[in-house]
């Protein structure tokens, strides 16, 4: 067991089920993300589904994600076994599901008695939540759905995660599913510097260079130079979903009627929908430290 490396355990009934939704080639922070969640004795890893980020970047977007997921669990030497292909597009409409091995897991996964309570973690669109919802509308109350997406409230507006699939995202937040959702303005507080990733990232084993260099690499792609990107940092935005299961953020939240979302990507109440969790901010510190000490110990000899 990897946990070996902690002195610290896990209380009893403290564990929870975990299932990872990732477009993990989309840029460069997805795979900090994953590699948290790895290495966090809290979660009892079911799976991590490898995701489409639309067809911008690349045709087969889902198949480049399962493919990086695949590469970091042989960097780590997790069992292959874990990666699930999610929908390679996105929904059609919004009642008819794009059927994957990913959807099934979480309908599969959800079903089950357990003790643990189940989270799926969306750090890309939320393609395979809908798919999973309208294949087995069962599973609502069954897991939570974490979401790394979605514009600041109340207006809401464009959103790279929501624009690659709206519709997935309006099954979702129309559905009785438990969310909890932490928008742009709060996922893009997690600010890193290239400096200190070099520092406490790049000497942690293969795994570790692995991370650093393909971060600094993408930040020479033309995409990432046709964004703010400075060349001196980073926002590892889709950190703050693993975080939030880490440490409570009890203060640090809202609940809010779930909006109905336009095809502008705007927000509009519905006072028909329940309220789903709100972020308004995440302890960046708390996240950030606490993957560099798990990343160290885990490659240290």
Known sequence: MIYDKYQFRI??????????NTDAK?????QYAIVHALLSPKFDNRGIIAAHFGNEKSPHSMEDSYDEVLKILDLMDFPKELAYKGAAHQLQDEKTPVESEGARLIIEEAMKESDMPLYVIFLGPLTDMAAAYLMEPRIAGRLTCIWIGGAKYPEGGYEYNL???VKAARVVMN??????????DVYSQVIVSLAELEYKVRPCGE???????QLEEHGHTSFARATTRTGEYWCLGDSPAVGV???AH????????APYITDHLTYVKNSQNRPIRVYKRVDNRFILEDFFAKLALFTSK
Do not use: C, H, T
């Open 163 to 165: 624009n690659n699939d």
């Open 245 to 247: 299961l880490l440490f």
């Open 175 to 184: 559905s009785d599913l438990q969310v909890w959702q932490i928008p742009r």
């Open 250 to 257: 009890m203060f640090d939240y809202e609940w809010v009627q």
């Open 207 to 213: 795994l570790g260079k692995y991370l650093f260099e």
């Open 26 to 30: 989309n840029e460069a922070d997805d």
């Open 11 to 20: 209380p009893e009934g403290k564990m929870v089920r975990m299932i990872v």
